[in-house]
């Protein structure tokens, strides 16, 4: 059974840093397109970053330069490193992972097949 496990979330003042982990069990992902999601209270779940199998990311407008999306293959983990957190990344972060593999990144939910169950990352001013 396939299980994506997120971790690391928690409280932070605004400026500061926070790494979220996705661990995966049940196969590996090293082949396939890795993303992370949020969705902040009475809004819809938005795109924040994936990493695709050959290394490649991509960001939302409102990460880049911010976020930094990475992959450790050998522990079958997946980290997204925040810094300088505002407010308005106040949300819950999902790691979704694609089922097949070598694809382009996409940035919709309904290409990705695995969900985590979320990890709730709230910033204060």
């Known amino acids: 059974q396939v299980q994506l496990v997120e971790s690391g979330g928690g409280f932070v003042q605004a400026g500061g840093s926070l790494r979220v982990s996705c661990a995966a069990s049940?196969?590996?992902?090293?082949?396939?397109?890795m993303a992370w999601f949020r969705r902040a209270p009475g809004k819809e779940r938005e795109f924040v970053a994936a990493?695709?199998?050959?290394?490649?990311?991509r960001y939302s407008d409102s990460v880049r330069g911010r976020f930094t999306f990475s992959r450790d293959n050998a522990k079958n983990t997946y980290y997204l490193q925040m810094r300088s957190l505002k407010p308005e990344d106040t949300a819950a972060y999902f790691c979704?992972?694609?089922?097949?593999?070598?694809?382009?990144?996409?940035?919709?939910?309904?290409?990705?097949?695995?969900w985590g169950q979320g990890t709730q990352v709230t910033v204060s001013s």
């Open positions: 049940g196969r590996t992902f090293s082949s396939n397109t």
């Open positions: 990493i695709n199998w050959s290394g490649v990311t």
């Open positions: 979704a992972a694609e089922r097949s593999p070598y694809t382009a990144i996409v940035t919709t939910t309904n290409a990705y097949d695995y």
